[in-house]
């Protein structure tokens, strides 16, 4: 390949996916060169593929994520808008607005969008004051060729705010709608493209807190009937301990009673036989009492006897 020249080439492109850092890289296998020719390009259009060039190597910055990030965590930004002194489109852009336009900090910046001095001194003054997003809008008409200029492009491409353009005219896109980070053809689209956002970025937010609410809700519930259902098990097994221990309880007191009515009755039946033993004895008693009084005489005349011969021996025995 030599600089400044164009090649036709037959082959075939494929794409290779790097493994290690996620990426797609795209492959031109030339399998046959056609033709070569001198590039017709000039010297302004080379530049301008270098300055787009340049644009896709630093990368074209997502606006719609960076202002739905903004909202979500309620961020504080500030829009920037450059249009034209004599412009009206400021009143398309609210009125597309609708409910939106109480939350965004818009503000509009009139210079001569004629003068490319007076453009790049706009978007270094809103730069200077720290404008989250800078955006440079015109309603219809010719005489573009002030959105060709190379300085407009490089600021673009250099700036660190988000740069957006909405400028009246689909046919001839100019190099600085194709820098921008996101372009729009009339300027009502760029304040249709804010109510959306927000109004998409709110639904979503309040879905994601319902859905919270509901999955938060849904787990308190679980939670509250699990400690119910544990609650209600342990006052069963303590109802059931509770009966049980009295059902024991019961029996250990029946048990004793029986016990105690059986010592009772054991008892009893051994007075009965002790009553009986001494009705028996003291019956015996009555008998030989009855007998002894019957014989009481007899009785005492052999005792008197027996004492005067024992009386008599014990003399004998004495002298003796």
Known sequence: MQPNKTITVNGFITRRIMGTSGSIQIQLTVTDLVGQTQNK?????????????AKAAVGYRDVYSWL????????????????????????????????????????????????????????????????????ISRGGGENLDIFNKFS????????????????????????????ADKSFIIPSELGQFLNDTYNHTVEELQNSRAKLIESVKSQLTANYQKQIENLNEKL????????????????VYKEKIDLLNAQMAGEQRLQGERIGLLSEQIS??????????????INWTVVIIAVILGIVIGFLLRGR
Do not use: C, W
């Open 236 to 251: 069963k097994a303590h109802e059931e301990l509770r009966l049980k221990t009295a059902g024991d309880l019961e029996q």
């Open 284 to 297: 015996n008693y009555k008998t030989q009492v009855a007998s002894l009084e019957t014989k009481s005489s």
């Open 152 to 179: 407009l492009a490089e600021k673009a491409i250099g700036l660190e705010p988000l740069f957006i353009t909405a400028i009246g005219h689909k046919d001839d896109i100019s190099l600085l709608q194709k820098v």
């Open 68 to 135: 739905k990030e903004k909202i979500i965590n309620e961020e504080p930004f500030r829009i920037g808008i450059i249009i034209g002194k004599t412009g009206i489109i400021d009143n398309d852009i609210k009125h597309q607005l609708r409910e939106s336009i109480g939350f965004y900090d818009l503000s509009f910046h009139r210079v001569n969008l004629s003068s490319e001095q007076e453009i790049l001194a706009a978007i270094d003054r809103l730069y200077t004051e720290h404008y989250g997003l800078i955006a």
């Open 41 to 53: 390009y000039s010297d302004d259009e080379i530049k301008k593929i270098e300055l787009m060039q």
